[in-house]
């Protein structure tokens, strides 16, 4: 009803989605082997127990994603669900209550090629990335799909000049000014002795998280803009102790980072110089492609005696351009291997 390891997957099971009880889920399966596989969300809505047709919970399983193999938007899903919902309930209700017994166990429904008025002739318009991520991590407690900041990683360099997990390695000196960019995952809020509030933020990029203290008078001053799923760039001090390492924010801005920003993927150019070239590196830099997969397209610039040639890779061939990836580059071709990076 959980998790359950699939392979090398993790199955996300639907009772782990938000309102969504284990009978729901058992009444969902059982159903499903009585009646058939769900062919839309009408039939999903039509074969369904009356447990199964609560408003909050269909809108839960949409907001998590559970409906996305039957062919319609969640946006599209949302804005008919309860208009569906109300339908299917009522006459379920007087089934139940045996109006209808005499004739059958279907009728009084829907049957199974007409439908209710629902407009899902199209896939339908997709919520923005953001709002279809905000929700799926409400609903999951985490993102599935994918990463807000996924193809982002050009916007947040600009921004910070450390990275996260370079600070929580301990690389950075105790005291060192740093700015850091990322996705604000949450706040917690303090109060000192004196009744002033503070708050400590975890703070994310895509590799990495570190804690975020605001104590009172920084706290005043960016309260509004430190929500989470708000993407900023915060300056402050590295703060080294036993417990660990986090930064004391000074300041915040928020970064407006749109869906043409994680759209734009400029290639990352790899110099590959052509003494270098043998099987076992060939095999290594294709792993390490593979381990690293993202967004952005990937070249090789292979650099002979007198020429050069670029060589652009299958479009499938996309990475995601990490700290972690940067670094294995370095180490597997040399120091100056990145000639373009977005």
Known sequence: HTFAPVGSDIRFGLAA?????????????????????????????????????????????????????????????????????????GQKREESQGQFTLWGDDVGLPDANSTVGLDLSGTGEEWPRRTLLGFERE????????????????????????????????????????????????????????????????????????????????????????????VVAVRGRVNQRDNGVSVVGMDLAVLDISDDDLQADPPVVINLPVEKVTDDLVDELRSSLLRHQGQAPVQIRLKGRTAVHLLKLDDSVRVNTSSGFVSEMKALIGPDCLASLP
């Open 17 to 89: 989605i938000r309102n969504v009880g284990t009978s729901v889920v058992d009444s969902i399966v059982a159903t499903r082997k009585a009646k058939g596989r769900y062919t839309s969300f009408e039939d999903f809505l039509r074969k369904s127990e009356l447990v199964v047709c609560n408003k909050r919970v269909i809108e839960s399983l949409i907001k998590a994603g559970a409906f996305d193999s039957l062919g319609h938007s969640r946006r599209a899903l949302y804005e008919v669900h309860e208009a569906a919902v109300e339908v299917f309930t």
């Open 139 to 230: 609903m999951l407690g985490l993102y599935v799909s994918t990463h807000p900041l996924a193809g982002a990683e050009r916007v947040l360099r600009k921004h910070a000049d450390h990275p996260i997990a370079a600070i929580n390695a301990g690389d950075v000196p105790d005291g060192t000014s740093v700015t850091i960019a990322g996705l604000v995952a949450a706040v917690q809020k303090r109060v000192t002795k004196d009744g002033r509030i503070w708050a400590v933020a975890s703070v994310e990029d895509l590799d990495a998280s570190i804690e975020v203290l605001f104590f009172p008078k920084t706290y005043e001053l960016v309260a509004e803009q430190l929500t989470p799923d708000t």
